[in-house]
C-alpha cells in the first residue's frame, strides 16, 4: 500500500473508531455531520483514495476527534495549495497558533504554485482572514522567515510593516516598538507608495510621542523628499509641520489612551 493510501486508511480508521466508541451507527452520524451515510460508509472502507477535508472536518466534529488528529495525515502528504488553505481557513476557528503555523508553513511549500504566489496569498489571508493580533504577529514571524530564506524582501518588508502597526499600539514598549519600526528603513524600498507614506508618517507620531522632535520632523519629511503623495499636514513646512504634530498630539493626551500613536 502507497503511503497516501495508507494515511487516508488511517483516517478511515479512526473515524470508524470513534464512530463505535460514542455508539452511533453511520445513518446517525450523516444526521449529525450533514455527510451523507454512503460517503461515510466509503471512507471508513478506504473506497476514497482521497477523502475531502470539506467532508471529513464535520465528521470530525461531530465525533469530537481533536483537530490535530484530523489534520496531520493531510500535511503528511503533498497537498494542493487549494486544499491546504481551505484546512488552514478551518484551523484558525481553534485555539491552536502552533498548529496554524504549522499548517500555513505547509501552504507555502505546497508544490502546485510558485513561493512568491504562495507567499503573497499567505499574506493577503492573514491581513484579510485572521482578526486575533497575537495569531497576526506569529503569521507575519513565519512570512518573514521564509520570504528570507528565499529572498523575496518584498514580502519581508510588507511583514515587518504590518508587525509594527500591532506591535506599535502596545504603550508599554514605545521605545523598542519604535527601534522596530525604525528596523523596517531597511526595507522601505520594497514598499508600495501607500505603505511608504504611512511608515514615516506613523514614525514620525511615534517619535514626537518620544520626544524626539528632530527625528519625528526628519521622518515626515522623508515623504516630502521622495515626492510622495502625502497628507497635507505632513507636506507642511517643518516649523508648521512642527505645530501641527504638537497640536494633534496635545489633543490626543487628553484621550483615554493618553497617547496618539493609536491614531497616526
Do not use: W
Not at 481533536?66 to 495549495?81: A, N
Not at 505546497?110 to 507567499?119: A, G, Q, Y
Amino acid at each position: 500500500m502507497e503511503a497516501s493510501s495508507l494515511q487516508y486508511s488511517t483516517i478511515g480508521d479512526s473515524k470508524r473508531q470513534y464512530r463505535n466508541k460514542a455508539n452511533l451507527t453511520q445513518s446517525q452520524l450523516a444526521e449529525l455531520s450533514g455527510v451523507s451515510t454512503g460517503y461515510i460508509s466509503k471512507i471508513e472502507n478506504d473506497e476514497v483514495e482521497r477523502p475531502s477535508f470539506e467532508k471529513v472536518c464535520p465528521i470530525a466534529k461531530a465525533l469530537h476527534i481533536p483537530i490535530r488528529e484530523i489534520v496531520q495525515p493531510y500535511l503528511e502528504i503533498g497537498q494542493k495549495s487549494i486544499v491546504l488553505f481551505g484546512i488552514l481557513r478551518e484551523v484558525i476557528k481553534e485555539d491552536a497558533t502552533d498548529l496554524i503555523v504549522k499548517v500555513a508553513s505547509a501552504c507555502l511549500h505546497s508544490k502546485d504554485m510558485d513561493s512568491i504566489d504562495l507567499m503573497e496569498r499567505l499574506y493577503e489571508f492573514v491581513a484579510q482572514e485572521v482578526n486575533n493580533d497575537s495569531l497576526k504577529l506569529a503569521l507575519y514571524d513565519l512570512i518573514i522567515r521564509q520570504s528570507r530564506g528565499h529572498g523575496i524582501n518584498k514580502f519581508v518588508a510588507k511583514a515587518l510593516f504590518q508587525k509594527y502597526l500591532i506591535e506599535r499600539n502596545d504603550f508599554t514598549k514605545l521605545h523598542a516598538t519604535y527601534d522596530s519600526g525604525r528596523f523596517v528603513l531597511h526595507y522601505v524600498d520594497f514598499l508600495s507608495a501607500e505603505e511608504r507614506v504611512s511608515l514615516y508618517y506613523k514614525l514620525g507620531v511615534h517619535a514626537y510621542n518620544l520626544r524626539l522632535f528632530q527625528e519625528s520632523i526628519d521622518l515626515c519629511m522623508k515623504n516630502v523628499a521622495a515626492n510622495l503623495p502625502v497628507r497635507h499636514d505632513i507636506s507642511l513646512s517643518p516649523r508648521k509641520r512642527q505645530r501641527k504634530i504638537n497640536d494633534r498630539c496635545s489633543a490626543c493626551q487628553k484621550r483615554e489612551q493618553g497617547s496618539c500613536l493609536g491614531t497616526a
